[in-house]
């Protein structure tokens, strides 16, 4: 039976989260710097939750009432709460810490079955893995989205065997058939890169900017946030982006494209971007071995997202001027979810981490992002030995 109270709540979940007027997306809300908890505005969407979930619940139909009499106990009856878990990949520092908080979290010790697939960058492996956790009958499913399209129809899959779904980290643009999304708001990172880069610029006197991008995966929403953001501020900016190609987020990737920058455009850049720390990584041997010297004080600005533990070690060195943390550790906040599901409550659409703007230099204490004013934390040893 647990699978059918399950089912009745995430429909419950979703007709409340329409009413109340949320949708998917991190990059809709104004400012991403803080974890959003605003219990306040999903009181209402509570109310007409319970109201819905006890209407439906006298309707329920004979499919969801097969998938739970097949379903394992689970949770609130003190039994094994079984997860699948549809990841991305492992293409990077933040992903292996992606992985490891679920891990760490959805533990045996802890109640859970975490049934995990490591999806290797595969879009169409990931749906697939979707479907097995649904032939399962798992009772939660979490996705990390590899691209933002394609995913109503598994969705609906979902929806109709009663496994509520929660997305974490990157978005999904064209369905909202998901419990909960826990993640970053990626143009508000990219937006606050291109503010300290203005904010940094003026600083230094320094009055041309020539960037090179190195974009992360195609498709991706932490790509397509990141790069919006700041070509928002660079075309405020009158900036030139000289070239913009994706490293698909690996160290590997950011080498090669930075190679194969330097062949096109040596001596006509000033700035590099690279949307995450394994990229820079790459980059940095790119330019290391075509002597090219980058980082504070030198020819070449380096910025970076992530902010994992070697990234900041990186900023510390003077090697990366700056950069922008995207928080992996998502899973705490994606088991209170599952709790709330668990206890009947209605959990919040969204649930943005907690993130922070790392610099090596103490020149600038704050940029405006969005009209709110926003830290910059100069990097110490006691925030790399804290950092993921
Ligand atoms: O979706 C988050 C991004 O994916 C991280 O910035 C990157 O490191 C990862 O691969």
């Given at each position: 039976m647990k699978r059918k109270i399950v089912s009745v709540l995430m429909c419950a979940t979703m007709t409340a989260a329409l009413f109340a007027g949320c949708g998917g997306g991190g990059d809709t809300q104004a400012s991403g710097d803080a974890a959003k908890t605003d219990d306040a505005a999903n009181d209402a969407a509570d109310d007409g939750a319970s109201e819905a979930a006890g209407d439906d619940a006298a309707a329920d139909d004979?499919?969801?009432?097969?998938a739970g009499d097949d379903a394992a106990a689970g949770g609130s009856d003190g039994g094994t709460i079984t997860i699948g878990f549809a990841q991305v990949g492992h293409e990077s520092d933040?992903?292996?810490?992606?992985?490891?908080?679920?891990?760490?979290?959805f533990s045996a010790e802890n109640g859970?079955?975490?049934q995990f697939v490591d999806c290797d960058n595969d879009s169409a492996a990931q749906i697939e893995a979707v479907r097995g956790f649904i032939q399962q009958a798992v009772d939660y499913i979490i996705i990390d989205p590899i691209v933002s399209t394609g995913w109503d129809t598994v969705l609906t899959e979902c929806e109709d065997a009663g496994?509520?779904?929660?997305?974490?980290?990157r978005t999904i643009d064209d369905s909202d058939k998901y419990v909960s999304w826990v993640g970053s708001n990626f143009k508000t990172e990219g937006l606050a890169a291109g503010e300290w880069l203005k904010a940094y610029a003026e600083n230094k006197g320094i009055s041309e900017i020539n960037a090179l991008v190195i974009e992360g995966s195609t498709g991706a929403s932490a790509t397509i946030g990141?790069?919006?953001?700041?070509?928002?501020i660079a075309d405020a900016n009158g900036w030139t982006i000289v070239d913009s190609q994706s490293g698909d987020f690996t160290e590997a990737g950011g080498q090669e494209v930075m190679e194969s920058y330097?062949?096109?455009?040596?001596?006509?850049?000033?700035?590099v971007i690279c949307?995450?720390?394994n990229e820079a990584f790459g980059a940095m041997t790119a330019m290391k071995n075509a002597g090219i010297e980058y980082g504070v004080g030198k020819d070449v600005i380096l910025v970076s997202f992530d902010a994992c533990t070697a990234g900041l070690e990186k900023v510390m060195s003077g090697d990366i001027n700056a950069d922008f943390e995207c928080n992996p550790l998502a899973a705490p906040d994606v088991e209170k979810v599952i709790k709330q599901l668990q206890a009947g409550e209605t959990p919040e659409k969204e649930v943005y981490m907690t993130e922070h703007w790392y610099v090596n230099e103490d020149v600038l204490s704050s940029i405006t992002v969005n009209g709110e004013e926003q830290a910059?934390?100069?990097v110490t040893q006691e925030i790399i030995d804290a950092q993921y």
């Open positions: 004979g499919a969801s009432e097969a933040w992903r292996t810490a992606s992985t490891k908080s679920c891990q760490d979290v859970y079955d975490l496994i509520p779904v929660i997305i974490i980290d990141r790069t919006e953001g700041f070509k928002e330097i062949k096109s455009y040596e001596g006509k850049f000033n700035v949307q995450n720390d910059l934390t100069v």
